[in-house]
């Protein structure tokens, strides 16, 4: 802290909450007011965040507050080294408030209910009342979303985003959707191939606030997974901005196309890689959409793109978040199918000869980053199929990408991805055979297990593991009307083979159990 004058009110930022319009900053008064902001260990270590994530969120903090006080806000940023530093946001809030006296400490409402959750005993820590306002930059509000979801049987996604779209009019003609369809996705979920253009993301080169980050981010957390270099993420709105216009302008109109393909080497193929940016604060969700939606007017981008693109955000981000808050805390302990098997080392150093996950998880430590097919198919399913501990598989994924933050995070992995709410999100599992994976991707051709093979030793994993995960779960999953077929496939099998298929998997299960390599 900078000074002890006092001032009316205190505002927390969180980091975030780095938008100019955050809702704490209303109707504030660049005299009266004070700003603060603080790095804190305990952030950085709740999960033990991938450095890149670290780094991220620390420089595009120290940015934001070097933003702030060129529009005439006096900010008092606390950094991680400073030595009176007590490492959490409750020391920090008591430690400003003592010295500051204000009259009331305003605060936009966190995206985590841990945080919320503490920040609720805050006015008594430090005597002064505490405003927790809305945050106002998703596209429906709480409110909203909890009306929208009254007296509904089922939640789904689809549902919800049909409303998103009326209710802001993107892509709508005459009230009707563009094209006449909700949703282009048939013509989507194409293999790319390796001879097609292959854009990239707009790499940011370190400033000087960046490279001090980075030594405090490598000195301190050098035991976190990840690496810190090459670090070319944008940390400022301009920047971000600029990255976003380069994915309109290149990548775009192959979003659709090749959004569920995976290829060798190819880390980013058409996705836009600004989910970091965006959950920061640094993007506007309905600007982006409305940024497609002109592209697609313009005949820059076809409709299956644009659409797909928008459902991504006005749909499915909006959508678990309204989950998120809706479900929580009791969410974060969900565990349909009971699963308890350990996190596999591999997801921590991505030392394993499968391929797919060879590939998935090595980008992950190598940029905090793998898109959302990966993150779906190959580190979710393969979680699914072993029957890991949703709780395990859902602190990996927060640790370890820059985007992620429990709102977000939370219902994709135990919702979408680990069908660990049992249906609540996804209307059946997320589980494929090698097979699918081969279709969707060139990994296969250069993997240790032959994806052709069934069972034994050297066929791929993913081959037993699905039918034994069919099998394991059937008490939770026989009712699914959409898995009617792969059970009715797996009930017509030989029980020779159904016993070759749980054998080849309770085998691999077992070498994983031993840390063996696999
Ligand atoms: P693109 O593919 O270019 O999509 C555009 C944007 O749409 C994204 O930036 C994102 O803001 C939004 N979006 C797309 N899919 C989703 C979705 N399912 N939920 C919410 N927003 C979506 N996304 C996060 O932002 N943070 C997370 O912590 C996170 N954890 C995930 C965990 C699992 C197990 C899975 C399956 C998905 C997760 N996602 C998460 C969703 C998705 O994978 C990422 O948003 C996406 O990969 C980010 O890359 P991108 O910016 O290139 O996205
Ligand atoms: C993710 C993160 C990290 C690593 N560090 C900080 C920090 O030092 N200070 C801060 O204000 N925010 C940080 N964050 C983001 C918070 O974890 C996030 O604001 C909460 O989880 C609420 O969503
Ligand atoms: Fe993955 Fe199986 Fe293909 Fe290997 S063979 S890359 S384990 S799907």
């Known amino acids: 802290m900078t000074t002890k004058t006092g001032c009316r009110h205190l505002i927390l930022i969180l980091g975030d909450q780095l938008t100019p319009a955050i809702s704490s900053l209303l109707g504030a008064d660049r005299e009266r007011d004070r700003v603060m902001m603080v790095e804190v260990q305990e952030e950085t270590t709740y999960v033990r965040h991938h450095k890149k994530k670290i780094a991220f969120v620390l420089s595009a903090m120290r940015h934001f507050a070097r933003e702030l006080r060129e529009d005439g806000w006096q900010v008092d940023y606390v950094k991680l080294d400073d030595d009176a530093n007590t490492g959490s946001f409750r020391g920090e809030v008591a430690r400003a408030c003592a010295a500051l006296a204000p009259e009331t400490l305003i605060v936009t ?152 393909a995976m290829l060798t080497g190819e ?51 909006e959508y678990v978040r309204g989950i998120y808050w809706l479900k929580m805390p009791d969410y974060a302990g969900s565990n349909a199918f009971g699963a308890s098997r350990s996190l596999p080392g591999f997801y921590w150093t991505g030392e394993t000869g499968m391929r797919c996950l060879a590939e998935a998880v090595g980008q992950t430590i190598e940029e905090a980053y793998a898109h959302h097919i990966q993150r779906l198919m190959i580190t979710g399913n393969f979680a699914l199929l072993a029957g890991v501990d949703p709780h395990e598989v859902h602190e990996w994924y927060l640790a370890v990408y820059a985007d992620a933050y429990e709102w977000v995070e939370l219902p994709n992995t135990i919702g979408m991805s680990q069908f660990a709410d049992g249906g609540l999100l996804a209307s059946k599992p997320y589980v494929s055979s090698g097979n699918y994976i081969n279709k969707m991707s060139d990994y296969c051709g250069d993997c240790s297990y032959d ?62 159990d031993r840390n063996e390599s696999v």
């Open 109 to 260: 409402e966190p995206g985590e209910w841990r945080v919320r959750a503490d920040i609720s005993s805050w006015q008594e820590l430090t005597g002064v009342p505490v405003e927790l306002r809305e945050d106002t930059r998703f596209i429906i509000s709480g409110a909203g979303f909890r009306a929208w979801a009254a007296d509904r049987k089922q939640l789904r996604m689809e549902h919800f985003y049909r409303e998103m779209r009326l209710k802001t009019d993107l892509l709508m003609e005459n009230g009707k959707p563009a094209g006449g369809k909700w949703n282009y996705d048939a013509d989507n979920r194409k293999p790319a191939r390796t001879d097609l253009f292959m854009p990239q993301p707009a790499r940011c080169s370190p400033d000087e606030i960046t490279r001090e980050v980075l030594d405090l981010v490598g000195a301190r957390f050098g035991d976190h997974v990840g690496t810190l270099e090459p670090f070319w993420f944008a940390v400022t709105r301009r920047d971000a901005e600029a990255a976003f216009d380069l994915f309109l302008k290149e990548a775009l109109a192959g979003f659709g196309t090749y959004q569920d």
């Open 267 to 317: 880390k980013f193929l058409y996705h836009s890689v600004i989910s970091a940016y965006l959950n920061a604060g640094l993007l506007d969700p309905l600007d982006l959409c409305r940024k497609v939606e002109a592209a697609y007017e313009k005949g820059n981008a076809p409709l299956n793109a644009a659409e797909g693109y928008i459902r991504q955000i006005l749909g499915w981000r």
């Open 451 to 512: 994806v052709r093979l069934k069972t034994g030793k050297a066929a791929c994993p993913f081959n037993a593991l699905y039918w034994a995960f069919l099998e394991r779960n059937r008490d939770v999953l026989k009712g699914n009307p959409r898995l009617g077929q792969p059970y009715a496939t797996w009930n017509r099998m030989a029980p020779e083979k159904q016993a070759e298929y749980l054998e080849s998997a309770a085998n691999f299960l077992e070498r994983l």
